[in-house]
């Protein structure tokens, strides 16, 4: 039953980008479901990034000691400045790091 239900994902993940991206087949969208669907990466990652940063042991964790806020600030602002995604990560993730070894200690 496992192995129908990955076979049956993978058999449906494909097909829906298939169709997308296959050049010769005739289906386009139209350009008010592509701007609609451009909504859609920010809201997906949102969601994933906003409970790491946020919460903590399933509570709300605002404080001025969480290396997750820092982190993601600084990563905010890198990303708005340089437009580098490289930078930003390999930046962010030390600065995270750092304030988890040396500053941040628990």
């Given at each position: 039953m496992?192995?129908?239900?990955?076979?049956?994902?993978?058999a449906l993940v494909f097909i829906s980008r298939y169709l997308f991206l296959e050049p010769k087949l005739p289906l386009r969208l139209s350009a008010n479901v592509q701007r609609f669907l451009s909504y859609s990466s920010p809201a997906v990652l949102t969601a994933i990034w906003a409970p790491i940063v946020f919460t903590h042991e399933k509570s709300l964790w605002l404080d001025s000691?969480?290396?997750y806020i820092w982190a993601s600030l600084l990563a905010g602002i890198l990303a708005w400045k340089t437009k580098n995604?490289?930078?930003?990560?390999?930046v962010s993730m030390a600065v995270f790091l750092m304030l988890n070894l040396v500053l941040f200690r628990t």
């Open positions: 496992i192995m129908l239900s990955i076979f049956a994902m993978t000691f969480n290396p995604v490289l930078l930003t990560t390999v």
